[in-house]
């Protein structure tokens, strides 16, 4: 397994693409906390994949994958702020792994290169959400995340299940 930074003009290889649907609706599909729940909307998936890698391919944004030697299995992104006075941390953002190829470290591998590309890019934290209810909290301090706050009832999963929503952050430096 390996981290790959994908280069912006890269983002429009379809076997990339294809393989970041598969991957995206499967984890859904596996109950993964990645912005929809199961069964996955499989064209919404898409449009939402769309508008991520149109912000990579203009730069705004980065993609760190994971490859395994045949296709590509995990990935997540480095999303900028909008304001000036942010520009010194990114949010990571659809961070997964296909559920074939989870365990064994490919989470952390993940995120490890996640967090080299953010220092190469010079940053000083990096921020992540998580929906409760997934012990996710423990996995994310493993990595130097530490808690920093909540919101209550932020996440919707069906008409009569709300999730807090976790926010977590490291420091690069």
């Known amino acids: 397994m390996e981290y790959v930074l994908i280069a ?3 983002v429009s290889d379809p076997g990339l693409r294809a393989d970041l649907l598969d ?3 499967a984890v859904t599909d596996a109950g993964g906390s990645v ?3 199961a069964p996955a909307p499989v064209n919404r998936v898409a449009e939402t994949l769309e508008l991520a890698l149109e912000r990579v391919a203009a730069g705004t944004d980065l993609l760190g994958v994971l490859h395994n030697g045949e296709r590509y299995v995990g990935m997540g992104l480095l999303v900028a ?11 990571v953002l659809r961070v997964m ?3 074939k190829y ?6 952390r591998l993940l995120m490890d290169g996640l967090r080299r590309s953010a220092v190469e890019l010079g940053l000083e934290q990096l921020m992540l ?9 423990g996995f994310y301090q493993k990595l130097g ?3 920093v706050g909540s919101h209550p009832r932020a996440v919707r999963v069906a008409p009569d299940d709300y999730r807090d929503e976790i926010m977590l952050v490291t420091d690069l430096r």
């Open 97 to 99: 792994v296909h559920p």
């Open 145 to 147: 995340y530490r808690i």
């Open 23 to 25: 991957t995206w609706v």
């Open 102 to 107: 989870q365990g064994g470290g490919s989470g």
């Open 129 to 137: 959400t998580i929906r409760d209810g997934n012990t996710l909290e």
């Open 81 to 91: 702020n909008s304001g000036l006075l942010s520009t010194h941390w990114r949010t």
């Open 8 to 10: 912006p003009d890269a």
């Open 35 to 37: 912005g929809f729940t």
